[in-house]
């Protein structure tokens, strides 16, 4: 019998190598103000109660620090930055759950896949150039991330994961507030704002 995904994600292992991943990418901390380099005794500490509170679809997600950041254009651009320990659950969550996509995922799609990078697509592009294709599609999709439909994503999800625990921790990242100024913003059901997943 397949193990449940939720105990695939709640691995001691799985949750060790998503605390060192976060912490080797640094960043800023969210709005509980734990840094990075505090992620490792925290976790130490509350792993058990943390665990638990997935399984049992009791964990409340934190509030996302919203920050805007200028872009080329002159415009302003909102990042949403999650705690630390959001990040480190959503990145356990994604190495679990990306093996079960990857497979689905198409050969000539190189965006925000692991192991796969434009220096790939550009040497792929230039192979079919040299063997006598004339036309190469870049497709961008401007604020695609932003627009997602929460309910159509959930659904589409559910298809493939079919773990009650793993996507009630999805859910509640999806529909956590923003918090702006001091002030905590409800999130539109199209709107998302990153973390790792």
Same mark, same amino acid.
């Given at each position: 019998?397949?193990?449940? $995904?939720?105990?695939?994600?709640?691995?001691?292992?799985?949750?060790?190598?998503? !605390?060192?991943?976060?912490?080797?990418?640094?960043?800023?901390?969210? %709005?509980?103000?734990?840094?990075?380099?505090? $992620?490792?005794?925290?976790?130490?500490?509350?792993?058990?109660?943390?665990?638990?509170?997935?399984?049992? !679809?009791?964990?409340?997600?934190?509030?996302?620090?919203?920050?805007?950041?200028?872009?080329?254009?002159?415009?302003?651009?909102?990042?949403?930055?999650?705690?630390?320990?959001?990040?480190?659950?959503?990145?356990? %969550?994604?190495? %679990?759950?990306?093996?079960? #996509?990857?497979?689905?995922?198409?050969? #000539?799609?190189?965006?925000?896949?692991?192991?796969?990078?434009?220096?790939?697509?550009?040497?792929?592009?230039?192979?079919?150039?040299?063997?006598?294709?004339?036309?190469?599609?870049?497709?961008?999709?401007?604020?695609?991330?932003?627009? %997602?439909?929460?309910?159509?994503?959930?659904?589409?999800?559910?298809?493939?994961?079919?773990?009650?625990?793993?996507? !009630?921790?999805?859910?509640?990242? $999806?529909?956590?507030?923003?918090?702006?100024?001091?002030?905590?913003?409800?999130?539109?059901?199209?709107?998302?704002?990153?973390?790792?997943?």
């Amino acid at each position: 019998m397949k193990e449940e $995904l939720i105990e695939q994600i709640l691995r001691n292992a799985n949750l060790t190598m998503a !605390c060192q991943e976060v912490i080797s990418n640094k960043g800023a901390g969210g %709005v509980d103000g734990m840094q990075v380099d505090e $992620l490792k005794k925290y976790l130490d500490q509350h792993r058990q109660r943390l665990s638990q509170q997935i399984r049992n !679809c009791r964990y409340h997600a934190q509030p996302i620090r919203g920050k805007e950041i200028p872009k080329g254009n002159g415009k302003l651009r909102l990042l949403g930055i999650p705690t630390v320990v959001e990040r480190m659950l959503q990145q356990a %969550v994604l190495r %679990v759950i990306s093996l079960e #996509y990857e497979m689905a995922f198409s050969n #000539y799609s190189y965006g925000f896949r692991p192991k796969r990078n434009t220096i790939q697509a550009t040497s792929k592009s230039l192979n079919y150039i040299n063997s006598g294709y004339q036309h190469i599609v870049e497709i961008d999709l401007k604020q695609f991330f932003d627009k %997602v439909d929460h309910k159509l994503l959930l659904q589409l999800l559910y298809r493939k994961i079919k773990c009650k625990a793993n996507m !009630c921790l999805i859910r509640r990242w $999806l529909k956590a507030p923003l918090e702006k100024d001091g002030k905590l913003i409800k999130r539109r059901d199209s709107e998302y704002h990153r973390g790792a997943l």
